[in-house]
């Protein structure tokens, strides 16, 4: 069974990188959409970005000057860096992979999400 | 950006009855349309995607329908796991996710 495993720092200091790390078991990473998506109280749930597995990546518009999202196949891992960040980036980020291989037609499955806090 | 519009905000049910969730989209977004559940601590569940498809292992008491602009996710008899928060989301420009409905026991 398909196991995604997110982790981070749990607290960054504002105008700082946050890095995160999304560790799969149970599977390839290997010819599927992977995404990144934020949750807060207020603003709800956020996609942030995907990357196929070839590389080729998407960015949400409103975070793409700050956002990069990468994969290592060897590790079976993805990565997310967000820049310069804020109070505002406070959010449980999670990582999900799309259900089918050609589109990205839904998140399935997620893993259970990292909190992340912007404080200094 | 194409916001997705959900009503009600709370929906208070019994087990068994039938729950009808609709998202409104802020423009035409054909059938690129998927529905999810999420469970207090726990991550979002893909119920439904593509207006009308179940996603693996999905009851079949689940269903969607619509097109273009209005949705309706229907849970046809109400079973006590079923109370949750309810989120639509949309991929025909890049994504986005309506705020919730809350489905709580009566």
């Known amino acids: ?120 | 950006e194409i916001v997705l519009t959900q009503s009600p905000a709370t929906l208070s049910l019994s087990p068994g009855e039938r729950a009808t969730l609709s998202c409104r989209a802020s423009q035409n977004i054909s059938t690129y349309l998927a529905w999810y559940q999420q469970k207090p601590g726990r991550a979002p569940r893909l119920l439904i995607y593509d207006v009308s498809n179940r996603a693996t292992g999905i009851p079949a008491r689940f269903s969607g329908s619509g097109s273009g602009t209005d949705f309706t996710l229907t849970i046809s008899s109400l079973e006590p796991e079923d109370f949750a928060l309810y989120y639509c989301q949309q991929r025909s420009t890049w994504y986005t996710f309506g705020q919730g409905t809350k489905l709580d026991i009566k």
Do not use: H, M
């Not at chain 1, 700082?16 to 999304?22: A, G, V």
């Not at chain 1, 207020?42 to 990468?70: C, F």
């Not at chain 1, 505002?88 to 992979?97: E, G, K, M």
């Open chain 1, 1 to 120: 069974q398909l196991q995604l495993q997110e982790s981070g720092p749990g607290r960054v200091k504002p105008s700082e990188t946050l890095s995160l790390t999304c560790s799969v078991s149970g599977g390839s990473i290997s010819g599927y959409f992977w995404s990144w998506i934020r949750q807060t109280p207020g603003e709800g749930l956020e996609w942030v970005a995907y990357i196929y597995y070839t590389g080729n990546t998407n960015y949400n518009p409103s975070l793409k000057s700050r956002v990069t999202i990468s994969l290592d196949t060897s590790k079976n891992q993805i990565s997310l860096k967000l820049r310069t960040v804020t109070a505002a980036d406070t959010a449980v980020y999670y990582c999900a992979r799309g259900r089918s291989r050609w589109e990205l037609t839904g998140f399935d499955p997620w893993g259970q999400g990292t909190p992340v806090t912007v404080s200094s």
